[in-house]
Structure formats: C-alpha cells, structure tokens
C-alpha cells in the first residue's frame, strides 16, 4: 500500500492551497481516509477525515470552516482544499488510511508534505 502526497509550499497567510494523497496498492473500499499534521515542537494531530462513503466526515476545531476533506473512489485519491490559512496551519501534512475510526490507529501513511503559510 502506498500513498503519496503532493500540493504542499508556501502560501501567504489568507492564501489557499489543495493537497491531493493518491493510493495505490488497495481499494480504498471501507476505508477511512484522513489528514493529519505535526508542527515542529508539537505532537501530530488529525486535521479531518473522510469515510468511504463520505456519509461522516471530522474535522478539526482549528480548521472548521476553512478545510474541507473529499474523496474521489473511483481515482483512489483524496484530497484537502485549505482556504483562508494561518501561519499556525505550518505543519508537514500527512495521508492516512484506517480501516478503523477517525480516531485511529491509523494503518498506512503517505511520506508527508510540507506546507508553510508566512504572515
């Protein structure tokens, strides 16, 4: 199973950025996708996640309102449209896949991108 990120840089602060997290290996079929993140010095969160059907769907709270989590089955890929973003959004961006819940354990991660927003 492989996932790989990409759509990560650097953005001004209010700008926006798409990441897209592409899967290969497996049908995403009953799979929970998601997005999490790790600043430097802090410890990684999960920023939104997606269900296979796209019925349940988390985020959050930092980023209600401005992140929105999608998933496309038919091109095993999912993606993170972040809009209005803030310098405390820095982080490297990470896919996953569970067959569990939101809540993990998380059982396949992508490599990771960068993503900086400068004030």
């Known amino acids: 199973v492989q996932l790989v990120e990409s759509g990560g840089g650097t953005v001004q602060a209010r700008g926006s950025l798409r990441l897209s997290c592409a899967a290969s290996g497996v049908a995403l079929t009953n799979v929970t996708m998601g997005w999490l993140r790790q600043a430097p010095g802090k410890e990684r969160e999960i920023v939104a996640a997606?269900?296979?059907?796209?019925?349940?769907?988390y985020y959050a709270d930092a980023v209600k309102g401005r992140f929105t989590i999608s998933r496309d089955n038919a091109k095993n890929t999912v993606y993170l449209q972040m809009n209005i973003l803030k310098p405390e959004d820095t982080a490297v961006y990470y896919c996953?896949?569970?067959?569990?819940?939101?809540?993990?354990?998380?059982?396949?991660w992508g490599q990771g991108t960068q993503v900086t927003v400068s004030s």
């Open positions: 997606v269900t296979w059907s796209g019925s349940t769907i």
């Open positions: 996953a896949a569970t067959t569990s819940s939101w809540s993990g354990p998380w059982d396949f």
